[in-house]
């Protein structure tokens, strides 16, 4: 076999990179199982770092992908036709104001890289999903990064204020990932009509089915011209590992984003699954109640335990210890992944992932031992 570990030696890539790309980092995803497995010699782990939904795949999402698996020779509809519709249908909107992505993530990049370019600036929270800041830098605009008021929540009167005539896009998750909090529709709209008209804001839901009751409509409740609302298939619908998004917006703006997409890219199990999974609400939203139920349970724990970081309202919760890096070797070495959030800005913070009951029990026991172990 040739060896081509030493062809690129003597080629400094990051001289011939953009300007841009050379200066960005990485985005660091949740660990996965096998890395863990091979870096520790275990055999089993427990992962709580990515808030995926620990209770599986819909059944029916199973059956639809089953039945697809043989037209897999073909290009998918590049339209989405049959899951655009669904989703119309699903938030009575019209199918032109939506865009699908593989993974909610391209789509707030395409609508990033449309909206923003060198010169814009790109407001959104300090600690809010860090892509929208990559995708910014990705796309040459200037960051704007706005603290927030106490260390966790979004600070709309702020971001509002850094809002000026170079401001393109303003990003707000709610509830944020990975600080868990959450603004309600009125502050969201109040928020809004401080904007200028033509400034984009994107608004990314991905963990709106976990308090869909106390939201209600977003997408018929909130009114700015440039609004556009995310959601994703990853979460409460169990779909992480096929990569589902989609947005809804004016029919003028999807239509440029639209520009930026590629042909084919959503494939075409994530099209069948998702379109059995958006039919199965019923699955949808017991696992939801579940995985409520179970955060309830894990943020209990780490208050009796004095290390709860914060009240987070989506499928995570925030554990705040000063040794929060030796524990997270504690806990990897003992085969349970959590995600720390030194790269937020918080050293002394761990998200977990609400996991399966038998998953949560075993990461509060590991937790347990090394508490006795750093008070001994
Ligand atoms: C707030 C938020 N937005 C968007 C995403 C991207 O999700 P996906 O690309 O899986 O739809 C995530 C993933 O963790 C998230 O936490």
Redesign the pocket.
């Known amino acids: 076999m040739t060896d081509c570990s030493n062809l690129s030696d003597k080629i400094d890539w990051q001289a011939q990179a953009v300007v841009q790309s050379a200066r960005l980092h990485p985005y660091i995803p949740g660990k996965p199982i096998e890395q863990l497995l091979r870096e520790k010699g275990i055999s089993t782990a427990v992962k709580l770092a ?2 995926e939904n620990p209770y599986g795949v819909p059944p029916k999402a199973v059956a639809a992908m089953q039945k697809a698996a043989t037209q897999a020779h073909r290009y998918p509809d590049g339209n989405c036709s049959k899951l655009r519709k669904a989703l119309a249908t699903f938030h009575q909107v019209n199918e032109n104001t939506l865009v699908l ?8 990049e395409l609508i990033i890289r449309t909206f923003a370019g060198a010169g814009d600036d790109v407001v959104f929270s300090q600690r ?2 860090i ?1 929208y800041a990559l995708a910014a830098q990705a796309a040459g605009a200037n960051p704007v990064a706005v603290a927030e008021a106490d260390g966790l929540t979004h600070d709309l009167q702020a971001m509002a204020a850094a809002v000026n005539e170079c401001t393109k896009l303003v990003c707000i ?1 709610n ?4 600080t868990g909090t959450m603004h309600d529709t009125a502050s969201l709209q109040a928020f809004l009509d401080q904007l200028p008209r033509q400034v984009i804001v994107l608004l ?1 839901e ?2 709106y089915e976990f308090v869909s009751d106390i939201l209600g409509d977003t997408v018929h409740v909130l009114q700015h011209p440039g609004l556009i609302i ?1 959601r ?4 409460a619908y169990g779909l ?1 590992g096929l ?3 989609y947005a809804v917006m004016a029919p003028e703006i999807a239509s440029l984003v639209n520009r930026f997409r590629e042909p084919f890219n959503v494939n075409l199990l994530a099209q069948e699954a998702a379109l059995a999974a958006l039919d199965d609400q019923s699955w949808v939203m017991q696992h939801v109640q579940l995985m409520n139920e179970q955060r309830a349970v894990l943020e209990k724990a780490l208050q009796q335990r004095g290390v709860l970081g914060g009240v987070s309202c ?1 499928n995570f919760v925030l554990l705040k210890h000063e040794a929060a890096k030796e524990l997270t070797e504690w806990l990897e070495s003992r085969g349970v992944i959590p995600r720390p959030l030194a790269p937020y800005g918080m050293p002394d913070v761990l998200r977990i992932s609400v996991g399966l009951d038998s998953e949560n029990e075993v990461f509060l026991k590991t937790l347990d031992a090394f508490l006795v172990a750093v008070a001994a």
């Open positions: 990515s808030n992505g593989n993974g909610s993530n391209e789509v707030l809010g999903f892509v998750a509830p944020n990932n990975p990314d991905a963990y995310s994703t298939f990853s979460k992480a990569r589902l998004g989506g």
